[in-house]
């Protein structure tokens, strides 16, 4: 029975027992008045004052019993809101329940995730420290490895400063042998009689001719539209070949300045140039990321060399093979290449980009120069660096190689010529002038032919030429107007040429 129907019975009791009490007392007082008032009718008024005083106490009663029932009537009220009350609560507690029904579900849930992520990382923490052992161990691999490597290199510098002994010994023979066989006419052979000191052509016989100081420009060609980056002269002739930024290789007869034949097929500017030690094939370095091999005597393309993912800037070839090639690209490789078979048959990587490279004279390794300044020798048939000697504080442009292949210079944009002893790559020269300054990262110098004399361009279109023996300027070739970009020395002594960015050479004798 709910609070509201309980106040109700209660009020209901409470009036019935008023009623039964007025009854009671009616009923007991009823025959007292009626005998009293029949023999004593002289009470009347004292009975009428009782009655009065009854009825009194009744409107009393009645008073009571309205006071009581207005009070019960706000006890109710007071229940139906305290009922509300409760059942707001109740609702709440519910409310209350489910979000600690909830709670206690995430609770486990997370816990759940807790461990198996608890579990995962127990895993991987296992899984770092094999890792870290493993790493160790390849460490200590690392370390024998590097310190068997060292040794190898010892023991490969030791055998080539033995070799470079022999060779010096060699080359002593040999400049003995021409100071005392010039006078009766015997130079050529006592050259054929020196094995493996000088270079010879397919005769047989080696075109020596001391080289003269260039002082006078004997022709000005135009040769290309757009820069000429490139130019060489045949092996022991007078014939040149430019490359230009019109895509093309021209060939040209320096004694009359006439050209002799143009060659096409490149797909982009030519940057590099090589000739072969038989001068039958011309081979171009182009910025289409290729490399152009023509056959001389029929101007016709005789191999493409794909494999290069950046533009090719730089490339040289055997000194004594015809078959042997290497480039170096802006994709950060040196390539190795075989003309018979027309692929690439290894492939040396690098960090820094490469500008210019040389193979050395017995066609085993190649000497080359990067951008971040250095000068790098690696072994062409391994890939394996065999040694690394910082030359210049900003990019290498150009690396030459001297004639009886003792010496080597490279070319940097901080405008310095230095020449290193091939056998120690020790620095045995400086050269610098203060108008020499560089016009490009692929700005080529060069040697003489007797090793006497170095040539290299500047910005403001002069060429500078230094004495190799006294390390001073021997002459400053002045005809051109804009940067010159590239020289090459005839290996019969003469001419110099140069080219510059607007695409004329300039012939010096």
Known sequence: MSLEEKAMEAIK?????????????????????????KPILSQGSEWKEKTEKL???????????????????????????????????????????KELTQTREECTRLQEELEEKTKTVDVLIAENQEIRSQLEEMTDRAQKAESENKMLIDRWMLQKMQDAERLNE?????EEMLANLKANGLENLAR????????????????FVESTIPSTCGHRIHAHEGGCGSIIFEYNSGTLFTGGQDRAVKMWDTNSGTLIKS?????????????????????AASSSNNLFVWDVSSGRVRHTLTGHTDKVCAVDVSKFSSRHVVSA??????????????????????????????????????FSGHMDGNLRLWDIQTGKLLSEVAGHSSAVTSVSLSRNGNRILTSGRDNVHNVFDTRTLEICGTLRASGNRLASNWSRSCISPDDDYVAAGSADGTVHVWSLSKG???????????????????????????????GYVCTWT
């Open 13 to 37: 009791d409470a009036l019935r027992a008023l009623r039964k009490r007025h009854l009671l007392e009616e009923g007991a007082h009823a025959p007292a008045l009626s005998a009293l008032s």
């Open 55 to 97: 009825e009194t106490e009744l409107q009393q009663c009645y008073k009571a019993q309205s006071r009581l029932s207005e009070q019960l009537v706000i006890e109710v009220a007071e229940s139906r809101t305290s009922k509300a009350s409760l059942q707001e609560k109740e609702l709440l507690i519910n409310d209350t329940q």
């Open 170 to 174: 060699a080359n002593d023979l040999y």
């Open 192 to 207: 054929q009689q020196v094995d493996g000191v000088v270079r010879r052509n397919e005769d047989g016989t080696d075109h």
């Open 263 to 283: 060659l096409f097929g490149s797909l982009g500017n030519i940057l590099d140039l090589a000739v072969t030690h038989d001068n039958k094939s011309v081979i």
């Open 329 to 366: 690209a802006y994709d950060r490789t040196i390539k190795l290449w075989d003309l018979q078979k027309g692929y690439c048959t290894n492939t040396v990587l690098f960090t820094s980009n490469c500008n210019a490279i040389c193979l050395s004279i017995d066609g085993l390794t190649v």
């Open 472 to 502: 001073n300027i021997v002459s400053i070739l002045k005809e051109q107007t804009s940067p010159i970009l590239c020289c090459s020395w005839s290996g019969i002594g003469k001419p110099l040429a140069s080219a510059d960015k607007n």
